[in-house]
């Protein structure tokens, strides 16, 4: 079956403006999680949906970056007035339930933002 | 608040090398322990995972035990392989048994030379 699909897979913008990523999870899975890869913080979490609702945004890291998810599915991050440091990997990873402990996070491959 | 520590390479071996990458973490509660890897050019998948001390958890002759007292999840295979190539992150699971996001190490280069 299909695995999480992400787009763009590459997304180049420049500073201030702001950008939408994508994300389409495992269908079924209920939870669905955005991470941040970069070369100076390594993997990071950003944000976790359980359905629609986000129990933990704990990881966002301004005020700039909000995500939303519709109809139990598709997921939206977006970062507003883009900065240099946002420039990373974002991943989007799905499960089946939201107990990160028992049940395996699948990855999509990500979209690599740059910022210029 | 949670952390994990892992050593960052890159680790270069001669293949059928013996291979630890060593993996600690700081953690109230019972965190769920994994390792994932991440093959050239492609996605982060789940390599192996414990969910409680004393479990050893093991794929792809790749073994992790889950070591409460030292607080550990070192990663072992007995003999690499060129395949065996990739970027190996240690992770852990909330710890404070509700649903969250995983906390990472920063990665494990491996490089496994013929």
């Known amino acids: 079956g299909a695995g999480v699909s992400q787009s763009p897979s590459n997304k180049v913008t420049e500073k201030g403006k702001d950008v939408e990523l994508r994300c389409d999870p495992i269908s079924g899975h209920t939870a669905l999680y955005w991470y941040r890869q970069s070369l100076g913080q390594g993997l990071e979490f950003l944000i976790y949906f359980q359905g629609n609702s986000a129990p933990d945004k704990s990881g966002l890291p301004s005020d700039r970056f909000s995500a939303e998810r519709t109809g139990g599915s598709v997921s939206t991050l977006t970062i507003q007035r883009t900065q240099q440091e946002d420039s990373a990997v974002y991943l989007c990873?799905?499960?089946?339930?939201?107990?990160?402990?028992?049940?395996?996070?699948?990855f999509g491959p990500g979209t690599r933002l740059t910022v210029l | 608040g949670d952390s994990v520590t892992q050593m960052e390479g890159p680790v270069t071996l001669s293949e059928e090398a013996c291979l630890t990458i060593n993996c600690t973490y700081t953690a109230t509660g019972y965190p769920s322990l994994f390792w994932y890897v991440q093959y050239p050019g492609e996605g982060l998948q789940l390599l192996l995972k414990?969910?409680?001390?004393?479990d050893k958890g093991s794929n792809k002759g790749f073994e992790a035990t889950y070591r409460k007292e030292t607080t550990s999840f070192h990663l072992e295979k007995g003999s690499v392989q060129v395949s065996d190539s990739a970027v190996y992150f240690c992770?852990?699971?909330?710890?404070?048994?509700?649903?969250?996001?995983?906390?990472f190490g920063k990665g494990t280069h491996l490089i496994i030379q013929p």
């Open positions: 992770a852990l699971s909330g710890s404070g048994g509700g649903a969250d996001g995983l906390t």
């Open positions: 414990a969910t409680k001390a004393d």
């Open positions: 990873a799905s499960s089946s339930s939201g107990r990160a402990g028992m049940n395996e996070q699948f």
